[in-house]
């Protein structure tokens, strides 16, 4: 009773040292009495009295209250059975055990939210701190591997309906044996295919296992999703069986989506890192071809550009030369063999995507090729083809064609620059440099000897009695000759030799870097090859169209049947018929022709002959070029120091 009368006014007591300060901060908030800074002893004793008198009430009834709820806990205590001593102790045990598996329970849910919460941050980290993101994947593998003591650790990622390892940690390169699966194939793409993950604590037990580390015993298999969407499979191996459980299973399998979100997310960062790059790349590529009308340089820069931006094996572009409908030239190639880098032939992806006009792609031993056409307007020009080991990507095909489209205007813009040089140069004829590029280049080739200290001879040719077969044949034979003069003179001389048209029928030559004896057994066998050959003409007499000489036969043949069968008025005899035939000419149908030949003379002078004076050297090997036709032509002269 004592013990239970203390208790009471403990209770009042601490009622009361809560209500009365609260009570009357209230009140004095509310104005209702005098703030207590202004409050007299006998106010403060009048209010103390007033306010134990109205809070005593529900103290009492609060005090009541706590007792009966204490007597009723006593009750029910003293008729519980208290009998069976050991089956409250079991009771008790169990409850223990319960309480101990409740706390382990949540214990490995706060591990979980733990575990979760830090590789969310890791990998939020990470997205936002590497560089890359393969840098990205190593990270997540690392923070993986390690929180739940597995041996190594792989991520597979979807490209193509292929699943391809894109990284791994704490394994040797050599310990690798597959790095690709398809879906359905192994535990890796069975994950892929069925959608969820798969806990294999032995798996030489799982009929599905593929080997793809040797040493693997346990694996935990789990496709990393971005929402429904699979991405890839995330790998987690043992060299020990049954060392994962389902905890380690389920850790895994709750943060595989979030993991998903962020490779996804890093994914399009890289995408669009990526894309941002190439559009760069790309407007530097426009600036520099379009910078250029030299058709070598764009071509170059074209395919370095390709090789700069996509891993290749050879990359090759050719353009389609006038003559050559079986191959097309190469202006500029990557990891080709110079001694077969001149000419691409037009046969399988080639040949398809020159006449189609679109990309063709091929798998070969070495890897694949790709023959990309190079158009203008409707017309192809050339090709881009490709060899690389390994496929190339959706982005890759679209960064290629992006590129060729940029080219093929630099291209169509180098063609049509050399297609106005080469009539601003060339002869429009014999198709040789003309007299102004002569004029213009003999300056640089007379300075590049003297600093060199080279020889350099200059040739003087004249076509023989030319004006002759003008006169007798007409212009359009004197044209044919000056032609074939010159094809014989392009396939006889050195590539660094310039030929050009110099007047009417004279031609002028620079041979560098050749002595002026060098030089005469050059021309005279030039001369020999002119000399030697046939030049077939025909009669350019009037002729009557094969088709109305036709049709005439067949009137006179048609005309004397019906003579035939009205014998009184025969009016197609013979005389008539033969009349008929005289004047139209039938009997002068056939062509006839003559052959003729032409000849030269030549006069050749030497650069140093002359202590490389231009003039001078053009006027020696004139004055050579005139002493050949007073020879009797046909000849080779050449000016030595002792006939000026």
């Not at 601490?14 to 209500?19: A, E, K, P, Y």
């Not at 929402?227 to 499979?233: C, S």
């Not at 056409?373 to 064609?401: A, D, F, M, V, Y």
């Not at 010159?486 to 396939?491: K, L, S």
Request: charged residues 25%; proline residues 1%.
């Amino acid at each position: 009773m004592k013990k239970r009368f203390i208790v009471k006014i403990y209770l009042i007591l601490s009622i009361f040292t809560v209500l009365i300060p609260t009570s009357s901060i209230i009140l004095a908030q509310q104005k209702i009495i005098p703030s207590f800074d202004r409050w007299r002893i006998n106010n403060f004793t009048f209010f103390l009295l007033v306010t134990l008198s109205i809070s005593i009430i529900p103290t009492l009834f609060l005090v009541n209250k706590i007792t009966r709820i204490y007597v009723k806990i006593k009750e029910i205590k003293n008729n519980l059975n208290m009998k069976n001593e050991k089956k409250l102790n079991k009771f008790k045990l169990k409850n223990i055990d319960f309480f101990f598996e409740e706390i382990d329970k949540i214990s490995r849910e706060a591990r979980i939210l733990q575990f979760e919460n830090r590789i969310l941050y890791d990998t939020a980290l990470a997205i936002h701190s590497t560089a890359s993101f393969q840098e990205l994947l190593d990270t997540i593998l690392a923070r993986l591997t390690t929180h739940i003591n597995a041996d190594f650790g792989l991520i597979f990622l979807l490209e193509n309906d292929e699943l391809r390892l894109k990284a791994y940690s704490n394994i040797f390169d050599q310990d690798i044996e597959k790095t690709s699966f398809r879906i359905g194939e192994g535990l890796v793409g069975w994950s892929v295919h069925k959608g969820e993950g798969i806990l294999t604590r032995d798996v030489q037990n799982d009929y599905r296992y593929i080997r793809c580390i040797n040493y693997t015993k346990a694996q935990i298999t789990i496709p990393i999703k971005m929402y429904e969407r699979i991405l890839g499979v995330l790998v987690l191996g043992s060299k020990k069986s049954s060392d994962f459980n389902e905890s380690d299973f389920k850790l895994i399998n709750t943060i595989s989506g979030e993991i998903g979100l962020a490779i996804n997310n890093a994914q399009l960062t890289e995408h669009l890192k990526k894309e941002n790059e190439n559009n760069q790349m790309l407007f530097k590529l426009t600036k520099k071809i379009t910078s250029s009308v030299e058709l070598n340089k764009v071509a170059e820069i074209g395919v370095k550009t390709i090789i700069g931006v996509i891993n290749v094996k050879s990359c090759v572009l050719a353009i389609l030369e006038e003559g050559n409908e079986d191959v097309l030239k190469i202006i500029s190639s990557y990891g080709t063999d110079k001694e077969k880098s001149q000419f691409l032939e037009l046969k399988e992806t080639i040949r398809e995507a020159f006449t189609e006009k679109r990309s063709v792609e091929q798998k070969i031993d070495t890897g694949y090729v790709y023959s990309i056409p190079i158009l203008s307007k409707e017309n192809c020009i050339g090709i881009l083809h490709i060899n690389t080991e390994n496929i190339l990507t959706i982005e890759e095909i679209e960064l290629i064609n992006s590129a060729v489209t940029s080219l093929s205007s630099a291209l169509e813009n180098a063609f049509l620059y050399k297609s106005v040089e080469t009539l601003a140069i060339r002869d429009g004829l014999t198709s040789t440099y003309n007299r102004r590029y002569f004029q213009d280049v003999i300056d640089e080739y007379t300075k590049k000897a003297q600093i060199n200290n080279e020889d350099l001879s200059l040739v003087m040719l004249d076509v023989d009695n030319f004006k002759k077969y003008n006169d007798t044949y007409g212009h359009i034979v004197g044209d044919f000759i000056l032609k074939k003069i010159a094809n014989i003179m392009e396939n006889s001389l050195r590539h660094d030799d310039i030929i050009s048209r110099y007047g009417g029928d004279e031609f002028i030559i620079i041979l560098p870097n050749t002595k002026i004896e060098e030089a005469k057994i050059i021309m005279e066998n030039i001369r020999d090859s002119i000399s030697s050959y046939k030049f077939e003409i025909d009669d350019e007499k009037k002729e009557v169209e094969e088709e109305k000489v036709a049709e005439l036969k067949e009137v006179i043949e048609v005309e004397g049947k019906k003579g035939n069968m009205f014998k009184g008025e025969n009016l197609f005899n013979n005389n008539f018929k033969n009349w008929i035939i005289e004047k139209v000419g039938l009997n002068q149908f056939n062509r006839t022709s003559q052959s003729f030949n032409v000849t030269i003379s030549v006069g050749i002078s030497s650069l140093m002959h002359t202590n490389y004076d231009k003039e001078m050297l053009i006027k020696n090997a004139d004055k050579s070029s005139l002493e050949s036709k007073r020879k009797g032509k046909n000849q080779v002269s050449i000016c030595m120091p002792e006939l000026n």
